[in-house]
Nanobody, 120 residues
Framework: QVQLVESGGGLVQAGGSLRLSCAAS????????MGWSRQAPGKQRELVAT???????NYVESVKGRFTISRDNAQNTVYLQMNSLEPEDTAVYYC??????????????WGQGTQVTVSS
């Protein structure tokens, strides 16, 4: 059974940084794409960043230059380094494992989420 456990969320002031981690278990993930999504209050969940099995990166426009996704296949862990945080980044952040279908990333496993709150 696949399990994804996020950690590293919290409260930070605008301009600060946080590093989210996601530990995956229950399968081999080195051949799978992984990503981070977020959902702010009253908004739809959005895909923030993805990393393919061979290291191709993609980011939503609003986080480009501020967020960095990375992975450690030996540790079955994916990270999201978030710098220059803004109040608009406040959301529950979810780790996911997925695949590409016609070049579109499709998550099929989700973590339970970790809260990130950015104060102004």
């Amino acid at each position: 059974q696949v399990q994804l456990v996020e950690s590293g969320g919290g409260l930070v002031q605008a301009g600060g940084s946080l590093r989210l981690s996601c530990a995956a278990s229950g399968s081999t993930f080195s051949s799978r794409a992984m990503g981070w999504s977020r959902q702010a209050p009253g908004k739809q969940r959005e895909l923030v960043a993805t990393i393919s099995s061979y290291g191709r990166l993609n980011y939503v426009e609003s986080v480009k230059g501020r967020f960095t996704i990375s992975r450690d296949n030996a540790q079955n862990t994916v990270y999201l380094q978030m710098n220059s945080l803004e109040p608009e980044d406040t959301a529950v952040y979810y780790c996911n494992v997925g695949y590409y279908q016609y070049y579109k990333y499709v998550p099929d496993y989700w973590g339970q989420g970790t809260q990130v709150t950015v104060s102004s």
